[in-house]
């Protein structure tokens, strides 16, 4: 698991470089996950939106991003089947 903040800039922020926001998450495995180094799901939270993304290849990892809602909607189904 990573133990490091991830920080990303604000989407209400310029793309000029000047002053902005910066926002941080922490990224958690999946506790599906193996106890060890195994690849694996992470996945961090944002008020609005779920990130998940594949920890072997971390910071390079392309990110998928869900609506809260609709990662709400995938965990109930998932914990239905």
Same mark, same amino acid.
């Given at each position: 698991?990573?133990e490091? @903040? *991830?920080?990303? /800039?604000?989407?209400?922020s310029?793309?000029q470089g000047? *002053? &902005? @926001?910066?926002?941080?998450? #922490?990224?958690? /495995?999946?506790?599906?996950?193996?106890?060890?180094?195994?690849? &694996?799901?992470?996945? #961090? #939270? &944002?008020?609005?939106t #779920?990130?998940?993304?594949?920890s /072997? @290849?971390? $910071?390079?990892?392309?990110? @998928? =991003?869900? =609506? =809260?809602? $609709?990662?709400? $909607?995938?965990? =109930?189904? $998932?914990?239905?089947?």
């Amino acid at each position: 698991m990573s133990e490091s @903040l *991830a920080w990303f /800039k604000s989407s209400h922020s310029d793309s000029q470089g000047g *002053a &902005c @926001l910066e926002v941080a998450h #922490t990224w958690r /495995k999946s506790s599906r996950s193996g106890d060890f180094d195994d690849p &694996c799901v992470e996945g #961090t #939270t &944002c008020p609005h939106t #779920t990130h998940v993304r594949d920890s /072997k @290849l971390g $910071a390079r990892s392309p990110r @998928l =991003a869900v =609506a =809260a809602s $609709a990662w709400a $909607a995938f965990v =109930a189904h $998932a914990r239905s089947v």
